[in-house]
T-cell receptor, first 114, second 113 residues
Framework: QKEVEQNSGPLSVPEGAIASLNCTYSDRGSQSFFWYRQYSGKSPELIMF????GDKEDGRFTAQLNKASQYVSLLIRDSQPSDSATYLC??????????????FGRGTQLTVWP | GAGVSQSPSNKVTEKGKDVELRCDPI?????LYWYRQSLGQGLEFLIYFQGNSAPDKSGLPSDRFSAERTGGSVSTLTIQRTQQEDSAVYLC???????????FGDGTRLSIL
C-alpha cells in the first residue's frame, strides 16, 4: 500500500508568518512530488512540484524533499489570508504498473489570520 | 490555452440510473486522469489514459464504472446503475505526458438521490 501522510491540522498562523506543511510517503520508489492548494468547494490547483533532493523555491513558496527520510515539505513565507486553504501533498512512482497515478494525502487545512 | 474542461458541472440523478461524465483535457496533453473526492475524503485515483490506452484501471471501484478516450482527447467516465455511495466530486486532470504535473478541471459534482 502506497501511502502519503499529512497532518490534518488545522494549522493556524498569523499574517506575515511562515507556514510549514509536512508530508511523508511510504513508497521508496516515489520520484515525483506535488503540492496542490484546494480552496473550499474548488478543485486542486498545482502550486509546486519537486523531483530532486533539496529545496526548490518559487516566489513565496519553497518545496523541500528528503528522499532518504521520505519526507516532503512546503514552506509559505509571508503568509496571507488568501493562502487559507487545504494543501494536498501527492507522490507519483516513476515505474511499474502504477506509473501515472498520484497518491494523495488527506490534506492539511491552513488558516492565516489577519 | 484553455484549462481542463469538465461537464456537466453538477449532476443530480436517481439511484439506478446511468450517468456519463465528460472531460476535455488541455490541448496537447497526452495523459488524462480521473479521480474522485468524497465529502471529507482524500482524492481517490480511478483510471488514467496515455493516448487512447488505459494502462491502469485498477482504481475503478466496480464493474459499473467504465471510461474511454477517443482521438487522444476527450474522455468519458460512465457509471451504470448508480448507487448512493457513488455521490462525490469527479475530477479529471491532464498532463503533457505521464509523470508530468497534472492540472485539474473544476470537477463534476454527482449527487445520487
Amino acid at each position: 500500500q502506497k501511502e502519503v501522510e499529512q497532518n490534518s491540522g488545522p494549522l493556524s498562523v498569523p499574517e506575515g508568518a511562515i507556514a510549514s506543511l509536512n508530508c511523508t510517503y511510504s513508497d521508496r520508489g516515489s520520484q515525483s512530488f506535488f503540492w496542490y492548494r484546494q480552496y473550499s468547494g474548488k478543485s486542486p490547483e498545482l502550486i509546486m512540484f519537486i523531483y530532486s533532493n533539496g529545496d526548490k523555491e518559487d516566489g513565496r513558496f519553497t518545496a523541500q524533499l528528503n528522499k532518504a527520510s521520505q519526507y516532503v515539505s512546503l514552506l509559505i513565507r509571508d503568509s496571507q489570508p488568501s493562502d487559507s486553504a487545504t494543501y494536498l501533498c501527492a507522490a507519483s512512482p516513476d515505474r511499474g504498473s502504477t506509473l501515472g497515478r498520484l497518491y494523495f494525502g488527506r490534506g492539511t487545512q491552513l488558516t492565516v489570520w489577519p | 490555452g484553455a484549462g481542463v474542461s469538465q461537464s456537466p458541472s453538477n449532476k443530480v440523478t436517481e439511484k439506478g440510473k446511468d450517468v456519463e461524465l465528460r472531460c476535455d483535457p488541455i490541448s496537447g496533453h497526452t495523459a488524462l486522469y480521473w479521480y474522485r473526492q468524497s465529502l471529507g475524503q482524500g482524492l481517490e485515483f480511478l483510471i488514467y489514459f496515455q493516448g487512447n490506452s488505459a494502462p491502469d484501471k485498477s482504481g475503478l471501484p466496480s464493474d459499473r464504472f467504465s471510461a474511454e478516450r477517443t482521438g487522444g482527447s476527450v474522455s468519458t467516465l460512465t457509471i451504470q446503475r448508480t448507487q448512493q455511495e457513488d455521490s462525490a466530486v469527479y475530477l479529471c486532470a491532464s498532463s503533457r505526458t505521464v509523470n508530468q504535473p497534472q492540472h485539474f478541471g473544476d470537477g463534476t459534482r454527482l449527487s445520487i438521490l
